[in-house]
């Protein structure tokens, strides 16, 4: 299985700073098939980036992707209220599909 | 807009089978391009892949689950299904239903509100 290793764990901020939100893969990811997905307490989550670096509708341009093989990183500018969440990353290079263990986005 | 509803009993008592459906609108799921998945997630844990089905295609599981799984589609109900056998506690959790929109894009773009499934006598 590829593991998927998001770091930090916690990460606090402040409004209107910059996150940037690190998921390592223990083998190499095509970069087509690394997704990003933010999810708010009782809440399902939320498609934010997939390919990498490719916006699902809806999503802001502030939120990025970027990486390749075993490094991606996902950025957020300009912190706003809504922000705050816990974010995963997920592989579908091969099965078993997997996240990351998650990163919590808290307000500093 | 696709749209995903699960629905099934919250309560369910060990080594019994847990059985849960979730209602697509505003899409098909015998359109044959999409993906029907169910991801699961312990209380206060991480999300888990479970599975997924394609209409007129093979289905695929999580080994974790071993022979335990099994998913199907209804397509008279424009449903698809998550039977899962011999359930512990550890089954305990909330169950999302999901969609990957192609077989090259297998991330998960829409998903449904997720239900609350205990596993307890």
Redesign the interface.
């Known amino acids: 299985d590829i593991v998927l290793t998001q770091s930090p764990g916690t990460l606090s901020l402040s409004l209107g700073e910059r996150a940037s939100l690190s998921c390592r893969a223990s083998q190499s990811v095509s970069s087509?098939?690394l997704?990003w997905?933010r999810q708010k307490p009782g809440?399902?989550?939320?498609?934010l980036i997939?390919?990498t670096s490719n916006r699902?509708t809806g999503i802001a341009d502030r939120i990025s992707g970027s990486g390749s093989g075993t490094e991606f990183t996902l950025t957020i500018s300009g912190l706003e209220p809504e922000d705050f969440a816990v974010y995963?990353c997920?592989q579908?290079k091969s099965?078993?599909?997997?996240?990351?263990?998650?990163t919590k986005l808290e307000i500093k | 807009q696709v749209q995903l509803h699960e629905s099934g009993p919250g309560l369910v008592k060990p080594s019994e089978t847990l059985s849960l459906t979730c209602t697509v609108s505003g899409g098909s799921v015998s359109s044959g391009d999409s993906y029907w998945?169910w991801v699961r997630q312990p209380p206060g844990k991480?999300?888990?892949?479970i599975g997924y089905t394609v209409y007129g295609g093979s289905d695929?599981y999580?080994?974790?689950f071993k022979s335990r799984v099994t998913i199907s589609i209804d397509t008279s109900k424009n449903q698809f299904s998550l039977k899962l056998s011999s359930v512990t506690a550890a089954d305990t959790a909330v169950y999302?239903c999901a969609r990957?929109p192609t077989v090259?894009?297998?991330?998960?773009?829409y998903?449904?509100?997720?239900t609350v499934v205990t596993v307890s006598s």
């Open positions: 087509s098939y997704a997905y809440q399902a989550p939320r498609l997939y390919g699902a995963y997920q579908s099965s078993p599909y997997t996240f990351g263990q998650g | 998945s991480g999300l888990e892949w695929n999580n080994p974790s999302y990957s090259l894009l297998r991330h998960f773009d998903w449904g509100q997720g």
